[in-house]
Structure formats: C-alpha cells, structure tokens
C-alpha cells in the first residue's frame, strides 16, 4: 500500500512538471514570434504605405552582406521582426538614423541538424524626407547603398 501511494505521488509529481515545463515553453516561444516595436512610432504597422522602399540582401554567416537590389516602390508593408543583433537602417546626409529594422539571421534548417552558410532577405522601408543612404549592418560586417 504505502508503495503504492509512492508511485502515484511520483507519477502525479512528473505529470505536473512536464505540464509546467511545457505552458513555460509555449509561453516563452510565443513572446519570441511577435514582432518588435518600432522605434519609429508614426509608422503605421500591419497595413500598406506610400512610398517605400525594397531591399533585397544576402546574410553571410562568416562575411559581411552584401545588398543585391534596391528598388523603390509605390506602397508596401513595413517588414516586421523579432528583433536581434543586425538591422537594416534607412540614414539621411549627415548620419542620422531615419527608420531601422533590427532582425536575427538563422542558419540553421528548421527540423533538420545542419545549417547553411548564406541567407537572402527581403525587407520593406519607409520613404523619408531626406533619406540618402541604406545599411545593412551585421556582427560580421556592413554594406552600404547610396539611393539615387
């Protein structure tokens, strides 16, 4: 009897604890799939604007990227990310960062155990007044394109 009693109380014990683990994974990796907010705020998220611009890059995971086409566009949808350690800014004459979009490159195929070497994105920027420059900036390095 009284082993008895211990095995359900382990069972119940495991049960509960595999039920905690899993609410704490699900809840951790649904903060991690919303988008980030921008910190341009008069941006309007999730519907089309004006005047953007595309920007189509290739991510290195050992060099810095290169960007392969910018092309403006009559309207668009602002890309939306999760955030990360590289970003995509639009910059004006003197420096100044006008819209950024800060992203995390994976090299790695999900569902399967290996990775690959290179990455090409595809981001929508707001136009600017001012607007005279586009960086992609990455901890491997940084490309720059001057808009026409």
Known sequence: ??????????????????????????????????????????????TNVSNVWMVRVKIFKDSEPVIEEVRKLNSGRITQTRGGDSK???????????????????????????????????????GRQGQQDIKVITPQGEARYELP
């Open 1 to 46: 009897m009284n082993a008895r009693l211990t095995f359900q109380l382990q069972f119940f014990s495991g049960v509960l604890l595999a039920l905690l683990m899993g609410w704490s994974l699900a809840d951790s990796h649904t903060q991690n799939i919303l988008p980030s907010r921008t910190p341009f705020p008069e941006v309007e998220l999730f």
């Open 88 to 126: 995509v800014s639009l910059f004006d004459g003197i420096g100044r960062e006008l819209y950024s979009i800060s992203f995390t490159p994976q090299f790695v195929i999900s569902g399967l155990d290996s990775s690959i070497s290179e990455l090409e994105m595809i981001f929508i920027l707001p």
